[in-house]
């Protein structure tokens, strides 16, 4: 018999359904990016921004916000530690004074390239359990599911 004070897991039923796997998994996923982040000093939330600037180019403060559903008050202290920190510039649109295009500096691509190595890290340890051709089976169904959610009822992604 086990002592009181040591707690079995419960086992992972069959019946558990994909959304609540999905939630788990995505759960313990943030989790691993943060921490590997996080030895860059940086926040999940950075490496987003700049990821996606270096996807999509310059945008404005509000496509930038609007592409990664961040609240624009939120976005805008978020881009100013950014800023300070050397990552990102915020000029004025040239075609449209009233607004500021966000752009990755020399700075802003390097640290970027550091936390991809880190979350690489983390997601081959997170993905250990599958082959390389598993890997890429599982990343095809969750961009083909992505999309699909994406296009559903206006849900940006």
Known sequence: MKPATQRQ??????????????VRLARLAGYRLGQA?????????EFSVLHHLQQAGPLSQQELGGALRINPSNLVGLLDALEADGLIVRPRDPTDRRRHLVGLTAGGQRRLALARHATEAAERELLAPLSPAEREQFRSYLERLAGHACGAGGYRC
């Open 37 to 45: 982040l996080e030895a860059l000093e940086m926040r999940t939330h």
């Open 9 to 22: 897991q419960p086992a992972l039923k069959e019946t558990a359904g994909c959304a609540l796997l999905v």
